[in-house]
């Protein structure tokens, strides 16, 4: 039986006074036991958190009981290691960062559910776009998915513009990895005056954990933002490790590159970084391992935010 219970979690919802949340979820967090992220801002709640079911219990009810997120929906999954090593409460601007004023709330796209998706993206006039950043669709899309190629998702509205020049008319289906950048992606579509948008419902993530792999049109491995780096069908941890130089995902293969050193580099940020800065990654992996012989976790060990 797995160890931990990871929750992830977003809604949209207007919270002005979010600020003012961030030291009593903090100590709520905290208090139960809890590792991972969760940011807040005017728009909303975004977060990925671990522990045991009871604390994960607490928070979800915390957050339910704000006017406005009563409908709160959140995603489960387990893993056998500590997933996240500290706790961290933070105040954004956005939960997932665009960089446009929308609220979803005002249009967004058609929910599909899972079980409904391989339909829809098998039709031949729907074109399937992953609104998720190179490094993350590089281990892992659908069949016949179009990749923008973004660094990042504050890119993806201008990408967007110029290839509707080349599809004026096009029937839009779009996925994430829990279903967030969906939700600002599909209302940017609206507000550009996109009629038929849809998009998946609890994204790649819920998509995994429900279709069947004999049936599924996902090929590879899904990205995460945290410790497990990649899932797979049924949210199975999956092969990638990561690269704490740069945060891209290594393949096994990956690994054994003459330019992989753990903590320093990888074969893709070798030549991006000079000897002074790798001989500080090198120090501050030494720092991890040290504090790892030692059976405590380490700052500079990697923790991610959740992207989307």
Same mark, same amino acid.
């Given at each position: 039986?797995?160890?931990?219970?990871?929750?992830?979690?977003?809604?949209?919802?207007?919270?002005?006074?979010?600020?003012?949340?961030?030291?009593?979820?903090?100590?709520?967090?905290?208090?139960?036991? =809890?590792?991972?992220?969760?940011?807040?801002?005017? &728009?909303?709640?975004?977060?990925?958190?671990?522990?045991?079911?009871?604390?994960?219990?607490?928070?979800?009810?915390?957050?339910?009981?704000?006017?406005?997120?009563?409908?709160?929906?959140?995603? =489960?999954?387990?893993?056998?290691?500590?997933?996240?090593?500290?706790?961290?409460?933070?105040?954004?601007? &956005?939960? @997932?960062?665009?960089?446009?004023?929308?609220?979803?709330? *005002?249009?967004?796209?058609?929910?599909?559910?899972?079980?409904?998706?391989?339909?829809?993206?098998?039709?031949?006039?729907?074109?399937?776009?992953?609104?998720?950043?190179?490094? &993350?669709?590089?281990?892992?899309?659908?069949?016949?998915?179009?990749?923008?190629?973004?660094?990042?998702?504050? &890119?993806?509205?201008?990408?967007?513009?110029?290839?509707?020049?080349?599809?004026?008319?096009?029937?839009?289906?779009?996925?994430?990895?829990?279903?967030?950048?969906?939700?600002?992606?599909?209302?940017?579509?609206?507000?550009?005056?996109?009629?038929?948008?849809?998009?998946?419902?609890?994204?790649?993530?819920?998509?995994?954990?429900?279709?069947?792999?004999?049936?599924?049109?996902?090929?590879?491995?899904?990205?995460?933002?945290?410790?497990?780096?990649?899932? #797979?069908?049924?949210? @199975?941890?999956?092969?990638?490790?990561?690269?704490?130089?740069?945060?891209?995902?290594?393949?096994?293969?990956?690994?054994?590159?003459?330019?992989?050193?753990?903590?320093?580099?990888?074969?893709?940020?070798?030549?991006?970084?000079? *000897?002074?800065?790798?001989?500080?990654?090198?120090?501050?992996?030494?720092?991890?391992?040290?504090?790892?012989?030692? #059976?405590?976790?380490?700052?500079?060990?990697?923790?991610?935010?959740?992207?989307?």
């Amino acid at each position: 039986m797995p160890q931990f219970t990871i929750a992830a979690l977003y809604h949209f919802f207007r919270f002005p006074d979010f600020a003012s949340h961030q030291a009593p979820l903090q100590a709520l967090c905290d208090g139960a036991g =809890l590792k991972g992220t969760l940011l807040l801002a005017p &728009e909303g709640v975004n977060g990925a958190i671990a522990g045991e079911q009871s604390g994960l219990d607490v928070l979800l009810d915390y957050l339910r009981a704000l006017p406005g997120c009563e409908n709160l929906e959140h995603k =489960l999954s387990f893993s056998d290691d500590p997933p996240f090593l500290r706790m961290k409460v933070r105040l954004k601007r &956005e939960i @997932v960062a665009m960089g446009l004023e929308l609220d979803p709330d *005002d249009a967004v796209g058609a929910y599909v559910a899972p079980e409904d998706w391989n339909a829809l993206i098998s039709e031949p006039e729907t074109i399937v776009i992953d609104t998720r950043n190179d490094y &993350e669709v590089d281990i892992g899309a659908f069949e016949g998915a179009v990749n923008p190629q973004t660094k990042s998702f504050r &890119e993806f509205p201008e990408w967007f513009r110029k290839f509707r020049e080349t599809r004026p008319a096009a029937k839009i289906a779009m996925y994430c990895t829990g279903g967030i950048r969906c939700e600002k992606s599909t209302a940017f579509l609206k507000s550009e005056g996109v009629d038929e948008v849809y998009h998946l419902k609890g994204g790649i993530l819920k998509y995994l954990e429900t279709v069947p792999e004999p049936e599924s049109l996902w090929r590879g491995e899904c990205f995460v933002f945290d410790q497990r780096v990649s899932v #797979g069908h049924g949210l @199975v941890q999956g092969e990638y490790k990561l690269c704490y130089a740069c945060r891209r995902p290594l393949a096994p293969e990956d690994l054994k590159s003459e330019l992989f050193e753990k903590g320093v580099s990888c074969a893709a940020c070798h030549h991006e970084t000079d *000897d002074a800065q790798k001989a500080r990654f090198r120090e501050r992996q030494r720092q991890v391992d040290l504090a790892q012989s030692r #059976g405590v976790s380490h700052i500079g060990t990697n923790t991610q935010e959740p992207a989307e």
